[in-house]
């Protein structure tokens, strides 16, 4: 079993709202990731760091910022949340390549957002 | 650039028959490719991976794949099917020192009693 976790699992909130999802874990992996995937549809990535200080956009465009302060730690923030942003946020972490193999992703199980 | 798909959108299959999800793949260098599955309102868990070991990946719950470079593929299987496979599978391929996976649109395995 994985070790990353996602709070909250599931959020229902107004329009307008600042929400930050948490994602941790205890792996030590270097690298962190942020997927949208919407009901039934394949993953976009949207956020991901390298390592502590280190954040890069995603393919998809989105609206929410994330921080990497820890290693352990990356949250994603909405500062002023809408009902576009209705999905499922799901956060990833891997671990270094050895030689020309690379690592495979561990997921958190979801955090279901829903903008009223 | 790289990119990979997924064939069949939706796959029915009977319990107890055998089970293939279909993947291909475009790499310009040696890809390394994985399976994931994920169950409703779960995250996505590994089946199994190809780092350029062997072709024919043994994974977890009787699944196995094997990397055909020639066909560009990378196929999932099963002998015989169970209820609890019935879940979303996700194909998957990065490209060595990118750290970035690429995701297939997933296939929605259906097992029928």
């Known amino acids: 079993e994985a070790d990353i976790y996602q709070t909250p699992r599931y959020l229902v909130i107004g329009t307008g709202k600042k929400i930050t999802l948490e994602c941790s874990q205890t792996?030590?992996?270097?690298?962190m990731y942020w997927y949208q995937q919407d009901p039934g549809m394949e993953l976009h990535l949207i956020h991901y760091?390298?390592?502590?200080?280190?954040?890069e956009k995603g393919d998809l465009s989105s609206e929410s910022t994330v921080s990497r302060i820890r290693t352990e730690h990356f949250p994603l923030t909405l500062e002023s949340a809408r009902p576009s942003h209705t999905s499922q946020y799901l956060c990833?972490?891997?671990?270094?390549?050895?030689?020309?193999?690379?690592?495979?992703?561990?997921f958190g199980e979801g955090s279901r957002l829903t903008v009223l | 650039a790289q990119s990979v798909t997924q064939l069949d959108s939706h796959v029915s299959v009977s319990e107890g028959t055998p089970v293939l999800l279909r993947c291909n793949y475009s790499?310009?260098?040696?890809?390394?490719l994985f399976w994931y599955v994920q169950h409703p309102n779960k995250g996505l868990q590994l089946l199994l991976k190809?780092?350029?070991?062997?072709?024919l990946v043994k994974g977890i719950n009787g699944f196995e794949a094997e990397f055909k470079k020639s066909e560009t593929s990378f196929h999932l299987t099963k002998p015989s099917a169970h209820m609890s496979d019935a879940a979303e599978y996700f194909c998957?391929?990065?490209?060595?020192?990118?750290?970035?996976?690429?995701f297939g649109t997933g296939t929605r395995l259906k097992v029928l009693a």
């Open positions: 790499s310009s260098y040696s890809p390394s």
């Open positions: 760091s390298y390592g502590v200080n280190s954040t």
């Open positions: 190809y780092t350029s070991a062997a072709t």
């Open positions: 990833a972490s891997s671990h270094g390549t050895s030689g020309l193999s690379i690592g495979e992703l561990f």
């Open positions: 998957v391929v990065s490209l060595s020192g990118t750290y970035k996976y690429i």
């Open positions: 792996m030590g992996h270097d690298k």
